[in-house]
């Protein structure tokens, strides 16, 4: 397994819509593999193909507790065919806006269908942490960031402080 590079703000990569998976492969089984290993090492409770550079509709997540066995799953195209009623607040952060929190409102419960690592279409229905992370992540699918739901001029201040580490970054 190989950990790979976290693309961050203001990468313009981030802001692409991925396309969908075509084929459940070898290479995309690879892709999997090195995913989970640099969500682990970050550490991180989520990650989408995007962040590390590949704009396919592919995600990786686990959300068992400190302490817990390790349940590390993999949606490909996974789409919300149903949200509950209840909303949620939870204070999110992004490994591609490292030192950002901001508090977000969603769906506390829904379900989602996607291919599994094995090809096979499935269901889940998820609540909780885990429900927070699976909407955090089909946002990144679209495009979609964290700072996207703060006011403009929050967004702007933040966007400017990550381009000019940025590029203070390029002439060090
Ligand atoms: O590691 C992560 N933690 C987290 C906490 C609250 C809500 C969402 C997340 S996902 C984030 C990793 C990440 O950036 N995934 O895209
Ligand atoms: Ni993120």
Do not use: W
């Not at 995007?50 to 990786?60: D, E, K």
């Not at 996607?114 to 942490?129: H, K, N, T, V």
């Not at 699976?134 to 996207?148: N, P």
């Amino acid at each position: 397994m190989v950990k790979l590079a976290i693309i961050t703000l203001p990468d313009p990569i981030l802001r692409e819509v991925s396309a969908p998976v075509e084929r459940v492969d070898a290479d995309l089984r690879r892709l999997v593999e090195d995913m989970l290993e640099t969500m682990y090492a970050a550490p991180g409770v989520g990650l989408a193909a995007v962040q590390v550079g590949v704009p396919r509709r592919l995600l990786v997540l686990d959300a068992a507790e400190e302490g817990e066995e390790r349940r590390p799953v993999a949606l490909i195209n996974p789409e919300i065919v149903m949200v509950g009623e209840e909303q949620r607040v939870y204070e999110e952060g992004c490994l591609s806006i490292p030192d950002v929190r901001v508090e977000i409102e969603r769906p506390g419960s829904l379900r989602v269908r996607y291919i599994d690592i094995e090809g096979r279409p499935q269901e889940i229905a998820a609540e909780g942490l885990l429900a927070t992370v699976i909407q955090h992540e089909i946002d990144h699918l679209e495009g979609r960031l964290i700072i996207d739901f703060l006011s403009r001029l929050k967004r702007d201040i933040i966007v400017r402080k990550f381009r000019k580490q940025a590029k203070g970054a390029a002439v060090a």
